[in-house]
């Protein structure tokens, strides 16, 4: 059997189970709709976005030229880039985030721990550009924006440190306060368990049907035993009854000896209900009556 056949076979079978396909994929949505509605948290997010960049010295924009500049300029900015992902790593220490742990107890009385503040942390960078975004997702609209305002202050610290002032940060975007919560995602997260449940249907069905050993087909038991068909016997179908129900010659011919045997014990059963019904009359001859 070739590729396509066997191609062609799991097909069919997909379509002949496809309310059993259907169903599951049901289930699925449902259970996706019950676990987000149950157990998905709301979630408010603050971001604030930076620009990493390179700074000339007094002594340097004093000595070169226009030109000398704008290419002195284009370097920087290409360094900056570069060197972009580097800085993007050293911002996401534990060392870092004790830092930023201990200024935020500091001024706002809380007990924040390094670990919380790094899970809740998403640091991107913007593609081909020295541009980098923060992301702070808290289960608390106060939380995650205070956490982000102190990045603003806490990054262009840790770049400078890092590197004397080689590669610095300035903030493009400030944090703002989240006014609404990130929605549950129903129709996104109901797409998935639909999904999932149409795809362990569909492998379920492709399994049991490899792991089902009975042959199904002629075509089946050539393949397998390597011997040609001779001959098969086909099943013919009759018609009865005015609303043309089908129903098979085998199933319903009755051989003669059992036909016989049936009409027997019936009339056997209609003689034996007739002598228990027959009127019981007494006899002087024949005591025991007839």
Known sequence: MNLDANVQNILNLVLKRWKLILIVALIGTMV????????????YTSNVEFLAYTADTDQELRDSS???QTVSNTSRMNYAIKMLSTYLELLQTNEFYQDVADELNKEN???????????????????DTAMFKVTVTTEDADTSYQIAKQLETSIPEKMDSSNNGLVTASVEDSARKATTNEKLG???????????????????????????????ATDELSDRYGIPILGTIPEFEIRTGA???????????????????????????KEYKY???KPYKYDKNNKEGK
């Open 243 to 269: 609303a043309g129900r089908i129903s098979s010659v085998a199933s319903v011919q009755k051989s003669k000896e059992a036909k016989e045997y049936e009409e027997y014990r019936y009339d056997k059963e």
């Open 32 to 43: 996706a709709y019950f676990y987000t509605a149950n157990f998905v948290t709301l979630t």
């Open 66 to 68: 226009t030109a000398q």
């Open 186 to 216: 129903y129709p996104k997260k109901c797409a998935i368990g639909f999904l999932a449940g149409a795809v362990l249907a569909v492998a379920f069905v492709i399994l049991r049907d490899l792991l089902d050993v009975r042959i199904k």
């Open 109 to 127: 009385g809380q007990d924040y721990s390094a670990a919380a503040i790094k899970n809740a942390v998403t640091i991107e960078a913007v593609k």
């Open 275 to 277: 002598n228990l019904e």
